[in-house]
């Protein structure tokens, strides 16, 4: 298997991204994104490939590109990173030896960008001359969000809310949503807590224990006012909540807030 060093801010996204590379190469990770603690993995690992996630990482060490750009010229680096992130770097990744992935990706996305690079490098060295767009940077692509909830009507209202700027799909209830999930891939779930049938925490829970839903964000919509409404639902880890009927900033807010890191 080829080798690869993934480095990044421990937490659910960068586990995510370890779990689902594991199967298709040797994967080392470094948790802490400090230089001299890259060094010295790189140094033990001699990976044929890095991939630095900057998602979810606040003090940043620039030192890390300076080095990997004049010692380890020769080491490709896929940059997965944000729209508002990207200016933190973008002067340091000005070579062909990066490749920006612009969350949110999905892992096949990563594996399928990790293997062109890694044939690309059998058949010529680094610096040679590119062909034409060969490393041009992917667009940004639009979040895609499911909305759940057992009322048509408020479905399609913030479907209306929220379709200019993000991608929607909708179901109308959890066991729909359960089984949409795996097809559609959303990037986060928008739930009303209190639904008919199986119920926005039921649906929840049956996310948490399924390998690949687990880690979609959830932020719950709930007309339940009641402090421990409120905490019931916030004892289960969402990545929010919001107060039905939403306020379109007020969503929006909290929806670029926990996408940001997607």
Known sequence: MNR??????????????????????????????????????????????????????????????????????????????????????????????????????KIHEIKDTCNIILNRNRGGALDEEPEEDEYKLEPVKRVKILIVDDSAIFLRSIKDMLSDQYDIELANSGEKALKKIPIVEPDLVLMDYEMGGMSGKDTFEAMLADDFMKYIPVIFLTSVRQREKVFDVLEKRPAGYVLKPPDKKMLLEEISKVTAYV
Do not use: H
Not at 23 to 38: A, H, K, R, T, W
Not at 65 to 91: H, S
């Open 4 to 105: 690869v060093l993934l480095i990044g801010q421990t937490g659910d996204i960068i586990r995510s991204i370890y779990e689902g590379l594991c199967d298709s190469f040797q994967v080392q990770l470094c948790n802490e994104p400090q230089i001299d603690l890259i060094k010295s993995m790189e140094r033990a690992t001699d990976p044929q490939l890095m991939i630095f996630c900057q998602v979810g990482i606040k003090d940043l060490d620039t030192a890390f590109f300076l080095w990997v750009k004049q010692y380890r010229p020769y080491i490709p680096v896929v940059v997965i990173t944000t729209t508002d992130k990207w200016g933190e770097i973008e002067k340091y990744c000005d070579t062909t030896q990066f490749t920006r992935l612009m969350r949110p990706v």
